[in-house]
């Protein structure tokens, strides 16, 4: 989390509506770096401390046999968004477990979007609430997920965030 009143926040460093100030725009830069989301035309647009939020737009390549988006491909935004919030406190977070309950279907052209919030943190663990909706308001899954917290600064050596 910026400790400094003065940075200038921006529409991906910055967002009053998630009731938090932004993390640094260095660590945002390396959650917000995810090659796997680049290639599902997932974009991270805010992370604070405890909150992230990214979105993508279903598109025919995220779509299953049937027509609908594939769980795959709603479960990879679900993914970068628990990456996102887990690690939003500058201490390094890996995935123990994602439990999701797929709600509604989305089709092709929804707008997804995914928010998570952080449900309880200690040292070691954390656990946090995902939740995926349309545009027009369907939620389309939930997920609670867990991490285990290595106890790591983000931050490298040399002060840069790690690869």
Known sequence: MADDPATDSTETAGDAAAGDDAVDPTLFGALAAD?????????????GAGYA???????????NAVGTAHGGATMALIDVVHAAV??????????????TEF??????GDRLVAE???????????VY????STGD?????????RVFRL??????PAGEPRP
């Open 103 to 108: 709600l509604d279907a989305a089709r092709a």
């Open 151 to 156: 106890g790591t600064s983000w931050a490298g």
């Open 116 to 126: 998570g919030v952080e449900v309880h943190r200690t040292g070691r663990t954390a």
């Open 35 to 47: 090659p796997l989301a680049a290639l599902l035309g997932i974009e991270l647009e805010f992370v």
């Open 137 to 145: 308001g369907r939620r389309v899954a939930t997920a609670l997920a």
């Open 53 to 63: 939020r990214a979105a993508m737009t279903v598109g025919p390549r995220h779509l």
């Open 86 to 99: 887990s690690n939003s406190h500058g201490t390094l977070a890996v995935a123990q477990d994602v439990h």
């Open 129 to 132: 609430r995902i939740d995926v």
